[in-house]
């Protein structure tokens, strides 16, 4: 779809309390209403398209929540092929992997393995999540434990088809990606209409599995 190159094009901080506000699919966030969002806008002035991405914080945990928002500002039609919520790129320091999978009375059995090389992939075509496939990843030091070490959480709010991919690269650096599954997505967007991917939550702790499953 994007086949033009995407330049940033503004960027701005909201103060914004109400973290429900924008057009996406959002969670609950309770009482915790943390102290604002941040927007990142960028456009493809030779496709006609805009690019949102929300980022928001809160005050009391090193959590980040991940959305996203594509407009046709067009004038024709386009179809979306592909959105992901999330695409991170980090130093690899022969991280470990933790995801979940399960069956039925066998549920979220803990699957710990090093990021092998290439690309590596957790997704399910189900039409739901389920807990044959979790939409769940840590990626952790290797000799983390329950009390210490560096933990990063990914958590995609969604309970449809989705993938989740690692991939090192041949440079030897660890790109990470997750939201909708693109098999079979192929989304219609008209002039003037926006397609909002499902929010990530994204967890930091340096207290090991346990501070990650806490925050």
Same mark, same amino acid.
């Not at 915790?32 to 809160?58: C, E, M, Q, T, W």
């Not at 009375?105 to 075509?125: L, V």
């Not at 000799?143 to 690269?169: C, M």
């Given at each position: 779809?994007? @086949?033009?190159?995407?330049? $940033? @094009? ?9 973290? =429900? /506000? ?12 943390? %102290?604002? +969002? ?8 030779? &496709?006609?398209? @805009? &690019? ?7 005050? /009391?945990?090193?959590? #980040?929540? !991940? ?10 039609? #386009? ?25 039925? *009375?066998?549920?979220? @059995?803990?699957?710990?393995? +090093? ?10 075509? !189900? ?11 840590? #990626?952790?030091?290797?000799?983390? /434990?329950?009390? +210490?070490?560096?933990?990063? *959480? ?27 599954? %693109? ?14 991917? %499902?929010?990530?939550? $994204? ?6 599995? *346990? =501070?990650?499953? !806490?925050?």
């Amino acid at each position: 779809l994007l @086949k033009g190159s995407i330049v $940033l @094009k503004e960027f701005q901080i909201d103060d914004l309390c109400n973290l =429900g /506000d924008i057009s996406t699919i959002s969670i609950d966030y309770g009482k915790n209403k943390g %102290p604002g +969002r941040l927007f990142v806008y960028a456009s493809d002035k030779v &496709l006609g398209i @805009k &690019l949102k991405l929300y980022y928001s914080i809160f005050d /009391d945990n090193d959590a #980040i929540v !991940r959305s996203a928002e594509i407009v046709n500002t067009s004038d024709a039609p #386009i179809y979306l092929n592909k959105m992901y919520s999330v695409c991170i790129d980090m130093e690899n320091y022969d991280y470990d992997m933790i995801s979940l999978h399960g069956n039925w *009375g066998r549920e979220r @059995k803990i699957e710990r393995y +090093r990021i092998p090389a290439g690309e590596h992939r957790i997704s399910s075509t !189900r039409g739901r999540s389920s807990h044959q496939a979790n939409p769940f990843v840590a #990626i952790l030091d290797s000799n983390a /434990d329950q009390n +210490r070490g560096d933990v990063y *959480g990914f958590n995609l709010v969604y309970s449809g088809n989705f993938t989740a991919v690692s991939e090192i690269t041949q440079f030897g650096e660890l790109r990470y990606s997750m939201g909708i599954n %693109p098999h079979n997505f192929r989304y219609h967007l008209d002039v003037n209409e926006s397609f909002s991917a %499902p929010e990530v939550v $994204l967890v930091y702790s340096d207290c090991g599995i *346990g =501070g990650m499953s !806490r925050t």
